[in-house]
């Protein structure tokens, strides 16, 4: 089942916003390499010494949550967490306990 913002807002291409040009375009998950991913989250934190990189997180995060891992489902979560108002380190418990105020199933 597709995913949608609870709040939604103009569409802007995520990865125009996130200056991210190692991404080829919205939706292309097949090759990311996180490595070159340049935007406001590089990596979320789940202890001071341990952190997720951005797509094994938002993939987690699907899963977890019981929604299709899924292109579509990525380009939501990566374009809600681009809008997380907090500074680094991203802590994973916050990050997440955003994501679950802002995102619900499509009906």
Known sequence: MPLKSKKPSPRQDFY??????GMAELGD?????NKKYIGKLDRIYVSMTEHYEVGYFIDKYLKD?????NNKNRDVIAAEMEKYPGKAPFKRDDLIAFLDKRITKKS
């Open 16 to 21: 125009s916003l996130c200056g991210a040009a």
């Open 29 to 33: 998950w097949s090759d990311h390499d």
């Open 65 to 69: 949550h019981g929604y299709g891992v």
